[in-house]
């Protein structure tokens, strides 16, 4: 058609001349040999027609990538909107949670500091322990020398008493057998001997009661003084734990209420109608007691929430709603592990002022126990101290009966004389046997009370100090872990204030990020309108059509087999090859 040849033209012969003269008036005209090689387009291309149904496809596929992408840059300007609204949100919360984490980590310094407190104070009583175990066994063994004492008293008293009925009787028998004078002296110098032997023995255990009485006395004493000591100090350890516990009491629930407070957001979104909806929580809030399963959920299963936003809640941003619900979620999930945290410190601190206060109260009674028996010991001493000084006095008397008695073997016509009122005195001896023995019984049996007093209170000695230990032990565990506490709570204070920094950046970032989604979207628009919307048009008005004539050209040459002639039957090909010489506008003008 672009040549104005029709169909009739062709038929019968056709004149193609030899060659071919094109004119022109030119200046300086240069011109390089040129070779041109035609061949039977039928040797290159098929001949089975030319398909057109893939280039369709692929220019339907062009503009159908071009509409998509127009649509996608445009829900992409959209999202990006939405994403630096919602940081513009979280920008503004997160100074109320910053905060809250400076909240929390003065709170905790206040903790770990009365924990210190109340360390030392423990570690101050369990080292006052030694001498308290020190003065108590010092008690022990004074009482068990008192009882010793007491007994050998009494047996030197029973020796004394018994001595006196002999020498009350032998006086007796002297008085009233004054004939057999000789053979009474006999026996009345013997019994003076055993009174004086039994009075010395029972001086000996009279002064070793004294002593071990004074010993007991200054033992208790000691044990007193480290009593009050420890009284003190278990009050002081029960005070310091009261005002600790006193000041952890509040803390868990303040910071509870703190992070149900941070919550409210996501409950403004209705987070919790969705979450029970989807059945991973059981209530339509979210609060503290399940903003940890809820965040786990939200982890584990964002298709099926994204989806569920997009369909049943008409979101129409749900990713970057669903993005926000992560953030609010793993925000609360961090601050409930640091609310158990403080809890749980807050339930051993409770649990330790209840044994703070069994001890100071063990401590006061036992305190309260020795003084009572200082008293007793005091009275003890005295008492001893005594009979110390009497049986002094009696072995004194005894050494001067020996001595009479002798004189009265060497002097005996002048003994006669003295009978009756040395009768009369063995009688008064005798009259205070049975109080002597009496009070040598009670006193001994004291002792041995006192003995078993002295050693149960040892027994419970270890059971004190193992209680003291486990105190010490105790709060040595919590100041352990006091830097732990201040280094996590910084950490969380440094990491809050660099997501503070890194939200500040990211909301710089997304205005950026939304600047440029909208330059995209407005190129998109251009690129698909001058762009592909031309290459459209030039396919459906120039391309399309020029296949038919392609297709012509084809079948033309598949029926040009031979330059001349052909057999019957035999197919060939023909190629042209035409050759132009070179024009060199120099050499022609030097001709």
Request: aromatic fraction near 4%.
């Amino acid at each position: 058609d672009s040549l104005g040849i029709k169909d009739g033209d062709l038929d019968g012969d056709v004149n193609i001349p030899e060659y071919m003269e094109m004119t022109a008036d030119v200046e300086n005209f240069s011109m390089p040999a040129a070779m041109t090689f035609v061949v039977n387009a039928s040797d290159y291309v098929s001949t089975d027609g030319i398909d057109t149904s893939d280039l369709d496809d692929m220019i339907n596929d062009l503009k159908d990538a071009s509409t998509q992408l127009q649509d996608g840059s445009k829900t992409l300007a959209e999202g990006t909107d939405t994403l630096a609204d919602g940081l513009s949100t979280l920008q503004s919360k997160l100074g109320t949670f910053a905060s809250g984490v400076g909240t929390l980590k003065s709170g905790l310094k206040t903790y770990t500091d009365g924990v210190s407190t109340l360390s030392g104070g423990l570690n101050t009583l369990g080292n006052s322990t030694g001498a308290l175990v020190s003065g108590a066994d010092k008690l022990n063994s004074g009482a068990g020398q008192l009882a010793s004492g007491s007994a050998t008293l009494k047996d030197g008293l029973k020796a004394y008493t018994d001595g006196a009925s002999q020498l009350n009787t032998g006086l007796n028998q002297l008085n009233d057998n004054t004939g057999s004078l000789a053979t009474g002296v006999t026996s009345l110098n013997d019994g003076a001997k055993k009174l004086s032997d039994g009075i010395n023995a029972a001086n000996k255990g009279a002064a070793g009661v004294s002593a071990g009485a004074a010993q007991l006395k200054t033992s208790i004493d000691t044990a007193k003084t480290g009593a009050d000591s420890l009284a003190a100090g278990a009050k002081q350890v029960d005070e310091g734990v009261g005002q600790l516990t006193q000041s952890l009491s509040d803390m868990p629930e303040t910071i509870k209420a703190s992070i149900n407070q941070s919550l409210e957001q996501l409950n403004e979104l209705k987070v919790g109608k969705l979450f029970k909806t989807l059945g991973y929580i059981d209530t339509d809030k979210i609060t503290a007691d399940n903003v940890s399963a809820a965040a786990d959920a939200a982890v584990n299963n964002a298709e099926k929430i994204i989806k569920f936003l997009s369909t049943s809640m008409n979101d129409p941003a749900p990713s970057a709603t669903y993005s926000k619900i992560v953030v609010g979620l793993s925000q609360g999930k961090g601050a409930v592990t640091v609310y158990s945290a403080v809890n749980q410190s807050a339930s051993k601190v409770k649990a330790l002022k209840d044994g703070s206060a069994k001890v100071s109260e063990g401590a006061s009674s036992l305190d309260t126990g020795l003084g009572q028996l200082s008293d007793g010991a005091s009275e003890l001493s005295s008492g001893a101290s005594d009979l110390a000084k009497g049986t002094t006095k009696l072995a004194t008397g005894a050494t001067a009966l020996q001595t009479g008695t002798q004189s009265l073997a060497d002097k005996l016509p002048e003994l006669t004389k003295g009978i009756t009122s040395l009768v009369n005195g063995s009688n008064e001896l005798v009259k205070n046997n049975d109080t002597l023995n009496a009070g040598a019984t009670a006193l001994n049996a004291g002792a041995s009370q006192l003995s078993a007093g002295t050693q149960s209170l040892m027994n419970s000695v270890p059971t004190l100090t193992s209680g003291i230990k486990q105190l010490v032990d105790g709060s040595n565990t919590l100041v352990a872990n006091n830097a732990q506490l201040n280094s996590g709570a910084s950490q969380l204070a440094d990491g809050t204030n660099q997501i503070v920094s890194g939200v500040d950046q990211l909301t710089t970032g997304s205005k950026t990020l939304s600047e440029g989604a909208h330059t995209l979207a407005d190129g998109m628009v251009q690129f698909n309108e001058e762009g592909i919307n031309k290459i459209l048009d030039a396919y459906n008005g120039d391309l399309k059509p020029f296949t038919d004539k392609l297709q012509a050209v084809i079948d033309a040459g598949e029926e040009y087999q031979t330059y001349s002639a052909i057999a019957d039957g035999q197919t060939g090909s023909v190629k042209f090859i035409y050759k132009l010489a070179s024009i060199d506008a120099k050499a022609d003008s030097d001709k």
